[in-house]
């Protein structure tokens, strides 16, 4: 196998379409559901609705000159800058989401929507204090949705803080479990990687047995998880289960081979 996946990266991975578009219409997890506790973000303006959608059909670019433009006639708004910051982040540079997505929440603080990406971009760029930070706010204003959870387990898990790192991505499992099942549906990848990195604070406690049933419930979940395949592999090979481990290196490479393949062609 090669070496192990970049958490980071394998953190970033697990994207269910832009959050600009969909609300959370819950609470905190188990609880009862008030509309009023989706997380809060300014009106979109017309103009910049074409920006959302062309986020969410990944072409970056053209969502970046439609919100230029408007900040040309509307300097400083909160949703223009989001929409640039978010589609940099979507590309996966980084270095350029983070000051737009800085500077929303400098002109709106209680736009909530913007603190995860702005945690997920300070992560995937090794400030984990300000990862921390930002993803401490979003859980605190998006409870019922797992990424705050998430978030602060990825920050406890790369800091080698195993106790903490278990407490909240079983918290983000617990959220998971709240959501109605549509919704559950729809972001199972995500719910793939609580599992995943759970699997990995169980693995680096010795827990073999119990790192093995996340990471099969992971790759259940999303059976093209990367970091989930490597670690089972892993824990194959520690638990003396050779011609499993081997079985899994095997889909490990094909998968790896399909994420890295062009849209539209088969890997070999």
Known sequence: MRPWPNRR???????????????????????????SSAPRRPTMAAELRPAAAAIDARRFEEARRIAQAYLGEHAHDPQALFLIGLSHA????????????????????DFDLAWEPLARTRFLLGDLA??????????????????G????????????RLDEAEAHFRRALACF????????AARAGERSESHARL??????????????????R?????????????????VHRRLGEEALADAVAARYE??????????GTAPR
Do not use: M
Request: charged share 20%.
């Open 149 to 160: 959870p998430h978030g602060l387990g990825l920050v406890a898990l790369e800091e080698t």
């Open 9 to 35: 990266a394998a953190g970033s991975a697990s994207r269910t379409g832009s959050a600009l578009l969909v609300g959370l219409l819950v609470t905190a997890c188990g609880e009862a559901a008030p509309a």
């Open 199 to 216: 699997g990995e604070v169980r693995l680096a406690a010795g827990d073999l047995a119990g790192a093995r049933a996340e990471l099969l």
């Open 90 to 109: 979507y590309a996966d540079n980084h270095g350029a989401a983070r000051p737009f997505l800085e500077q929303t929440l400098a002109r709106a603080p």
């Open 177 to 184: 479990d709240a959501l109605e099942p549509r919704q559950a």
């Open 254 to 263: 094909r998968a790896r081979a399909a994420r890295l393949a062009p849209q």
């Open 130 to 147: 300000g990862a921390r930070a930002a993803w401490t706010s979003y859980a605190e204003r998006a409870p019922a949705d797992p990424k």
């Open 218 to 234: 992971a790759i259940e979940l999303s059976d093209g998880n990367l970091s989930a395949l490597y670690t089972l592999g892993l």
